[in-house]
């Protein structure tokens, strides 16, 4: 850890984990104003030129942050197109600013006390300082365990650690000592929404399938052959090496997978539809059960929180192997399922919106559109339950967090869901709209989704980039209404359209949502996980947790092991989080 102290009098330190050889952290010739940069800015040449017609020099990607800090103020921000997290101390000033970008993929996070304000990519980091009391997040584990997003997505697993949250600034003023937080509301999220009429609906679909090409391009630009990429088999990878190819014909093109072969969980099938279509050179991985038992501990320490299922693991593996052949960028599909709508819970909202908004007509055409895809069953559960979600939360929290809980399976105890029901009244799953429940999935999954990307790919060594999460076609899909979204009963409709000739048909047609998918019973059945597992379950640690009812949590590994039910989503969530718990000596 190199934490260098460059001011004595405020008792500031600021460092990173590095190596010897670098000299010290990037400052101005007065060493007035110092910064770090965690990430990659897009448009950085952009910004250099800014600064040079105004005559001032500068060369490293944290120098031309520093001048255009010291030139535009904190408006600078806004001028930033990335996947970044940004620390500036400036001692003129007397104030520390942490930033993070407007799509939350790079961590960043915070312990303040009212006096002592320690800072980290990493929550670990944090604990190692030795004002920072070591403690769990009773309410964040209720709602891991619940309703898996956090109520208030700031707060972290571990108590007095907060995340920065996306478009966020953090100012510490180191006289006042008081902690100021802004939202920066970024051009990219100022767009004008549902501004995309039926007539202008082919110049939106090109313009949409320009954006993401261009992005591509963007992307690859400053990289070497071959372009890699992640091929999970959906509708965003798929989309990503599908255009790449496009967009370089003659490139050298490498794809890596996860398969389950003989499983529910493969995906191999929609795959090689995209590898014969694409003519890319294709790496499959199998992940093995010695791969799940001697990798686990290791996975939950770097995750820093609890991973809420095995699709961390699997990314984990992949990013492993890719290591192994030397890859170090890597194209990645996320940030596409907020974007258009893809995520499996969406149709339930969507439906929620048209009767909130009187459109019945369309509200039928739909429903029925969505029966005849996914089944009477699946889609009277999605509207049935945004419907008690946005009526018991303000109304009786205590009832919805009962019902809830029943659905999970009753594993929580009545004490510990009496004393947290309340949080159930800002759980970020309220929402009226599909806009609104894309909004708050991209806070909410926080602690989830973008963590397991940047854990696992900083871990091997690898810079991963995301051609979905750019900030103009970001600009675009906002303008894009509900009804291009979700249609026909489609997800991510106005995305297959313009993908239409780009996809294989297979791809473009299936409806099902996977995505680095893991085959969770069929791990339970094998007899060193079951072992494992079991010796977990039926410990006196486990047993002693004031969170569950550890006798309904063996039931259901019973009937899973039986085949009564599939519970095994769930008890892997508990899992990790019972080795969560012990691997910070809770």
Not at 60 to 83: C, M, T, V, W
Not at 173 to 196: C, F, G, I
Not at 224 to 231: E, F, H, I, R, W
Request: proline residues 4%; hydrophobic residues 40%; contains cysteine.
């Amino acid at each position: 850890m190199y934490i260098p102290l460059i001011d004595q009098q405020n008792n500031v330190y600021i460092g990173w984990i590095t190596d010897e050889s670098l000299s010290g952290i990037p400052h101005n010739e007065r060493g007035t104003v110092y910064a770090i940069l965690d990430g990659r800015i897009r448009n950085i040449s952009e910004l250099k030129n800014n600064l040079k017609n105004m005559h001032v020099q500068a060369d490293s990607p944290a120098e031309i942050l520093i001048h255009a800090y010291e030139n535009f103020g904190l408006q600078f921000f806004r001028k930033i197109d990335g996947i970044f997290s940004i620390v500036i101390y400036d001692r003129e000033k007397g104030r520390i600013i942490l930033f993070r970008d407007p799509y939350g993929v790079k961590p960043l996070y915070y312990y303040y006390d009212g006096n002592v304000f320690v800072f980290s990519s990493e929550a670990k980091a944090i604990l190692k300082h030795k004002y920072v009391k070591k403690a769990p997040n009773d309410e964040v584990i209720f709602d891991y365990l619940l309703f898996i997003w956090p109520t208030n997505p700031e707060e972290t697993f571990f108590k007095g650690i907060y995340t920065v949250l996306p478009d966020h600034i953090i100012i510490y003023d180191l006289n006042s000592r008081k902690l100021l937080k802004t939202e920066l509301h970024s051009y990219a999220k100022q767009a004008l929404k549902s501004n995309v009429q039926r007539s202008h609906l082919n110049k939106t679909i090109s313009l949409l399938r320009d954006r993401i090409r261009q992005s591509i391009v963007n992307e690859t630009a400053d990289l070497d052959q071959p372009y890699v990429a992640l091929l999970s088999g959906g509708l965003d990878s798929s989309s990503i090496v599908c255009t790449l190819r496009e967009v370089y014909p003659k490139a050298d093109i490498h794809a890596f997978s996860i398969v389950f072969p003989n499983t529910e969980a493969d995906e191999s099938h929609y795959q090689m539809a995209v590898v014969r279509k694409t003519k890319v050179k294709w790496y499959k991985l199998v992940p093995s059960i010695e791969d799940l038992v001697n990798e686990l501990r290791t996975l939950v320490y770097l995750q820093d929180f609890p991973i809420e299922g095995l699709g961390c693991f699997a990314q984990y593996m992949l990013f492993k192997e890719i290591s192994k052949k030397g890859y170090k960028h890597v194209l990645d599909g996320m940030g596409a399922d907020g974007l258009f709508a893809g995520l499996s819970w969406v149709l339930g909202y969507y439906l929620f919106e048209l009767l909130f908004k009187f459109k019945l007509l369309t509200f039928a055409q739909e429903f029925v559109a969505m029966v005849r895809k996914y089944g009477i069953h699946e889609v009277a559960n999605q509207l049935i339950s945004v419907i008690l979600i946005n009526l018991l939360s303000n109304l009786c929290p205590s009832l919805l967090v009962q019902l809830v809980n029943e659905y999970r399976g009753g594993i929580l105890k009545q004490d510990f869901l009496r004393r947290y029901a309340t949080r159930a009244k800002n759980t970020l799953w309220r929402a009226k709209t599909l806009e609104e429940i894309l909004d708050n999935e991209t806070i909410g999954s926080l602690h989830f989704y973008p963590r397991y990307a940047d854990r696992n790919s900083t871990f091997f060594n690898i810079e991963l980039r995301y051609p979905f999460l750019n900030n103009d076609l970001i600009k675009l899909t906002r303008s894009i209404p509900s009804m291009l979204k979700v249609r026909k009963g489609y997800r991510k409709f106005i995305l297959r359209v313009a993908m239409k000739d780009t996809l294989p048909k297979e791809v473009l047609c299936r409806i099902d949502k996977k995505g680095f998918a893991t085959p969770d019973r069929e791990l339970l059945l094998n007899k060193r996980v079951r072992k494992l597992v079991l010796g977990i379950i039926l410990s006196h640690q486990f047993k002693s947790r004031p969170y569950w009812d550890y006798r309904r949590i063996y039931r259901m590994f019973k009937e899973t092991i039986l085949g009564e039910r599939d519970w095994s989503p769930i008890l892997w969530k508990i899992i990790f989080l019972e080795l969560w718990l012990r691997t910070w000596g809770f």
